[in-house]
């Protein structure tokens, strides 16, 4: 697609179920990452990914947090035994990689509204 | 550690009036500057970037920002606002050698017509 796309745009879950969140990067982007935005707040990092490795997971704030892009294009963030301080705007970005410099434009998706009740 | 500081969380302008979003940041190194604008319920979408080349940097929709290394500054600035600016704008860094954008707490911009 033309854009990073992210599904599902809502999702309304319970505390203490398991939920995923899916990113199709742009065509070509081999850096993938995600970011968590709470109300009020600017987007926190959690995961970079390199083609298939994760190259930066330190942001993801415990172990109840899993990223995976298995093929090195799609990717999920996987949430488990979901809290309600787990709800915020969950987006996903991509770049093509550029070795020894920074400077990188990041694309961003529209993101996915996560509420957990 | 690299950060970024919007100094105003809140500014309000008149339409046709200039626009002034301040940023600093922190940066040991040579950073990557950016902004970012986010209108409600959208994505982020990026306005313009600074990658050591000129320190006056265009973006889209007629903003601008200015690199000022002895300030570390990285402003942002429209010479006439308009009804359609109204939204969040993001200051990012990103650290020389790492691909880890730093995102500053955001400066909610309002337009009044």
């Known amino acids: 697609g033309a854009g990073v796309s992210q599904t599902p745009s809502n999702k309304v879950t319970e505390k203490g179920k398991y939920v995923e969140l899916r990113c199709d990067p742009i065509?070509?982007?081999?850096?993938l990452y995600w970011y968590r935005q709470s109300l009020g707040q600017g987007p926190e990092f959690l995961i970079y990914?390199?083609?298939?490795?994760?190259?930066?997971d330190s942001g993801l704030p415990n172990d109840r947090f899993f990223a995976v892009r298995p093929e090195g294009s799609v990717s999920t963030l996987k949430i488990q035994r979901t809290e309600r301080g787990d709800s915020a705007v969950y987006l996903c970005?991509?770049?093509?990689?550029?070795?020894?410099?920074?400077?990188?434009?990041?694309?961003f998706g529209e993101g996915s509204w996560l509420t957990v009740v | 550690a690299q950060s970024v500081t919007q100094l105003d969380s809140h500014v309000s302008v008149s339409e046709g009036t200039p626009v002034l979003l301040r940023c600093n940041y922190s940066s040991s190194y040579s950073p990557s500057l950016f902004w970012y604008v986010q209108h409600p319920n959208k994505g982020l979408q990026l306005l313009l970037k600074?990658?050591?080349?000129?320190?006056l940097v265009k973006g889209i929709n007629g903003f601008e920002a200015e690199f000022k290394k002895s300030e570390t500054s990285f402003h942002l600035t429209k010479p006439s606002a308009h009804m359609s600016d109204a939204a969040e704008y993001f200051c990012?860094?990103?650290?020389?050698?790492?691909?880890?954008?730093?995102f500053g707490t955001g400066t909610r911009l309002k337009v009044l017509a």
């Open positions: 065509s070509g982007h081999t850096a």
């Open positions: 990012v860094v990103t650290p020389s050698g790492t691909y880890k954008y730093i």
């Open positions: 600074y990658t050591s080349a000129a320190t």
């Open positions: 970005a991509s770049s093509l990689l550029r070795r020894r410099r920074s400077g990188n434009t990041i694309y």
């Open positions: 990914f390199q083609g298939t490795g994760a190259a930066d």
